[in-house]
């Protein structure tokens, strides 16, 4: 009888190490808001997102290909940059056919830990692209790691959240010995049916709707396959794959 391969959930950056990503599928979760705006990006027509891990280095490299740069810190736009981390501001109008240079405070530097720690395969998911992502790790059969970006190496509960949703619909399928995983499963089938209602709960729906108003990048946040694309990292950028 084959072996399931594995499943586990990295509930922080800071406990990424722990976990051998050699062989495995790194799916980076940023729900507030970097992976969702990678996707939604990518839905409306982005050519890719090239994720940075600096404002300077995002001015730099939007030049010399006629990207866009863009990025936040702590919630807000980064001082020097015109366009930020919300996936509503990446229209097909405003984005189809061009490249986002991406930096945010969480998901971009996971995303860079991922490859310092030489991951197989890299893959970017929130709410918007829960489909996507799912078909795409039962298609590969391969191990994964779920990892959660938090907020500043600390947990969060909106990661966790849609870790939970990706392990509730592929539970059967992989072998989970992990009481993370069980946990975040077990979270997201409490919640799963009124997650809108559950948000002003979450520290980080504070910062952003609270201090910048933001309830609307909420609401596409945690709505399921509203840009059900895949974001693939491939060559130093973000692309779909197909």
Same mark, same amino acid.
């Given at each position: 009888?084959?072996?399931?391969? &594995?499943?586990?959930?990295?509930? &922080?950056?800071?406990?990424?190490?722990?976990?051998?990503?050699s062989?495995?599928?790194?799916?980076?979760?940023d729900?507030?808001?970097?992976?969702?705006t990678?996707?939604?990006?990518?839905?409306?027509g982005?050519?890719?997102?090239?994720?940075?891990?600096s404002?300077?280095?995002?001015?730099?490299?939007?030049?010399?290909?006629?990207?866009?740069a863009?990025?936040?810190?702590?919630g807000?736009?980064?001082?020097?940059?015109?366009?930020?981390?919300?996936?509503?501001?990446?229209?097909?109008?405003?984005?189809?056919?061009?490249t986002?240079?991406?930096?945010?405070?969480n998901?971009?530097?996971?995303?860079?830990?991922?490859?310092?720690?030489?991951?197989?395969?890299?893959?970017?998911?929130?709410?918007?692209?829960?489909?996507?992502?799912?078909?795409?790790?039962?298609?590969?059969?391969?191990n994964?790691?779920?990892?959660?970006?938090g907020?500043?190496?600390?947990?969060?509960?909106?990661?966790?959240?849609?870790?939970?949703?990706?392990?509730?619909?592929?539970?059967?399928?992989?072998?989970?010995?992990?009481?993370? &995983?069980?946990?975040?499963?077990?979270?997201?089938?409490?919640?799963?049916?009124?997650?809108?209602?559950?948000a002003?709960?979450?520290?980080?729906?504070?910062?952003l709707?609270?201090?910048?108003?933001?309830?609307?990048?909420?609401?596409?946040c945690?709505?399921?396959?509203?840009?059900?694309?895949?974001?693939?990292?491939?060559?130093?950028?973000?692309?779909?794959?197909?």
């Amino acid at each position: 009888m084959k072996t399931q391969p &594995s499943l586990f959930t990295s509930l &922080s950056p800071a406990l990424l190490h722990l976990y051998d990503l050699s062989d495995s599928v790194v799916v980076i979760i940023d729900v507030f808001r970097a992976t969702s705006t990678i996707a939604s990006a990518l839905h409306n027509g982005a050519r890719a997102v090239i994720p940075v891990d600096s404002v300077p280095k995002a001015i730099e490299m939007s030049k010399n290909i006629d990207g866009i740069a863009a990025g936040e810190r702590d919630g807000m736009i980064a001082e020097g940059l015109q366009h930020g981390n919300s996936p509503l501001e990446y229209s097909r109008e405003f984005i189809g056919g061009r490249t986002l240079v991406l930096t945010t405070t969480n998901g971009t530097r996971l995303l860079q830990m991922a490859l310092d720690r030489n991951a197989s395969t890299i893959v970017a998911g929130s709410f918007p692209n829960l489909s996507a992502v799912c078909d795409y790790l039962l298609a590969q059969k391969k191990n994964v790691v779920l990892g959660c970006a938090g907020w500043k190496d600390r947990f969060n509960l909106e990661d966790t959240l849609f870790a939970g949703a990706v392990i509730d619909r592929l539970q059967e399928q992989f072998s989970i010995h992990c009481d993370s &995983s069980l946990m975040a499963v077990s979270l997201y089938r409490q919640h799963k049916d009124n997650l809108l209602d559950f948000a002003p709960r979450l520290t980080h729906y504070h910062r952003l709707v609270q201090r910048f108003g933001l309830i609307e990048d909420i609401t596409f946040c945690l709505t399921p396959d509203a840009a059900n694309v895949l974001p693939f990292y491939k060559d130093g950028k973000l692309i779909i794959k197909k």
